[in-house]
């Protein structure tokens, strides 16, 4: 076991302040925010009015102060010699041992691609890789300025999100049911080999869509997203913590009163909370029969297209894992969920009613100022980039510019907290946001007061 995993068993059980949504906890809030304003704002060093500046170069909007740089482009040539694959998604930022920064990221496509070696992708078609996997790229201390790149995962497919680890290491999803794929896959950002990864083949196969490690469980528990309108949620305990490539448990959660949380006749409300407890997956590779079907034939509960998924503290530093299902709630715009792994509780955390406030949550990550933030995907013209706050009320951050119709992804910042990173899928830009983040911070507490608690 190497030296950053057998810290992740050593310090299971306390919290970390990386990794600490300080007050965020499924607090029972109702979605009444509306989306500020998106008219200019007058110049002010001080505060942020909650308004955007659009792009003159039409492709990102950001609050005043707030600039990007794009880092690297679909089909751009990366250091050894492969494009930079299309469709970039899930991502996460790595602190590297000689103090450069690690962007890896996932690419959402299925197909066959040329570039890419035969002898290091996981699988061929005739003969040609597939072209699903992850590019890894590599920037400076400070985490702007693009140093080298190379891809670290080929011959997969539909690589959509995933998940870090607290042992710094990148958990890629195939979002797919086909044969032989379905998988989750390890890589090192420290590695500069296309061999440095793992197929994680007890974890399940299904269309996984994310992870979230719990950093409190001493089991090193997995918990899962299935991007599938009949999907569900899973979690996977290692045999031993923090190896999930090897044996252990994949289990899908069922809520005994709930067979399916859709809420399309609303019978569920914000703030409601259900007992809930877990059924084994006993063919985790689907070899004989589809793993959600596996689940509800044994009554575990459908999450409608269950996507990001994030593992954070609540106040009293007990575990919360909050995952959004994008196509859910009763107009369809897409729900958040909390689950409570300490008192085996979920609770339906936020559910949008109206498009200008969410309309569906994909990735979803925790910002450096103690807030939920998550990534629209709706086929929209304007796909915005959402702060929630603890008690459930949104902000918006950003939004994709002109009448593009892109989805927003891989939603992370730099290991020091200072710089923002996503990726504009479809306009096939990897960007980095850099600012003062207190602005946002001051907003964000300015909003949260003045709105009514639940």
């Not at 490690?213 to 089991?219: E, F, G, K, Y």
């Not at 007992?275 to 044994?298: C, F, H, S």
């Not at 459930?392 to 710089?419: Q, W």
Request: hydrophobic residues 30%; glycine residues 10%; aromatic residues 10%.
């Amino acid at each position: 076991m190497d030296k950053s995993r057998r810290n992740f068993v050593k310090f299971t059980g306390q919290s970390s302040a990386l990794l600490t949504l300080y007050a965020c906890g499924g607090v029972a809030a109702k979605p009444i925010f509306k989306s500020p304003s998106t008219t200019s704002m007058a110049a002010n060093s001080d505060f942020w009015n909650g308004a955007l500046i659009r792009d003159p170069n039409a492709l990102f909007d950001l609050p005043y102060g707030f600039t990007y740089r794009v880092l690297k482009t679909s089909n751009e040539l990366m250091s050894d010699g492969i494009p930079y694959g299309r469709r970039p998604d899930g991502m996460a930022s790595f602190q590297l041992s000689n103090g450069d920064i690690a962007l890896v990221i996932n690419h959402e496509i299925d197909g066959k691609d040329y570039h890419l070696n035969p002898s290091t992708a996981y699988q061929t078609s005739r003969g040609i890789p597939r072209s699903g996997g992850t590019s890894t790229l590599i920037l400076e201390p400070n985490g702007l300025n693009l140093r080298k790149s190379h891809r670290s995962l080929s011959g997969t497919v539909d690589n959509c999100a995933g998940g870090k680890t607290p042992w710094n290491t990148w958990i890629s999803c195939e979002e797919t049911d086909e044969l032989n794929h379905g998988y989750a896959f390890e890589v090192d950002p420290e590695s500069g080999s296309l061999m440095g990864y793992k197929r994680l083949t007890n974890m399940g196969r299904f269309r996984r869509e994310a992870i979230a490690v719990d950093l409190n469980d001493s089991q090193g528990c997995v918990y899962q997203t299935e991007d599938d309108y009949k999907g569900l949620f899973y979690r996977f305990i290692p045999q031993s913590p923090g190896i999930l490539d090897g044996p252990g448990q994949l289990h899908a959660l069922v809520i005994p009163s709930v067979p399916n949380t859709s809420n399309r006749s609303g019978e569920i409300s914000v703030g409601d909370s259900f007992n809930v407890n877990w059924v084994p997956i006993d063919d985790p590779e689907a070899k004989y029969l589809k793993t959600r079907d596996q689940g509800k034939m044994l009554g575990a509960s459908i999450f409608s297209g269950g996507e990001g998924i994030i593992f954070t503290n609540n106040k009293d530093n007990e575990s919360m894992i909050f995952f959004t299902c994008k196509s859910a709630g009763l107009k369809g715009y897409g729900q958040m969920w909390a689950f409570e792994p300490k008192h085996s509780k979920i609770t339906l955390f936020y559910e949008s009613r109206s498009k200008n406030d969410f309309w569906k949550g994909d990735n979803i990550n925790t910002t450096p100022w103690g807030d939920l933030i998550i990534c629209e995907d709706n086929d929209s013209n304007a796909c915005k980039l959402l702060g929630c706050t603890p008690n459930g009320h949104m902000y918006t951050l950003g939004r994709v510019s002109g009448n593009k119709s892109s989805e927003i992804a891989g939603i992370c910042f730099s290991p020091d907290g200072t710089k923002m990173y996503l990726n504009i899928q479809d306009e096939r830009k990897t960007i980095v946001i850099d600012g003062d983040w207190n602005l946002i911070k001051k907003y964000r507490d300015s909003i949260d007061t003045s709105l009514v608690h639940y």
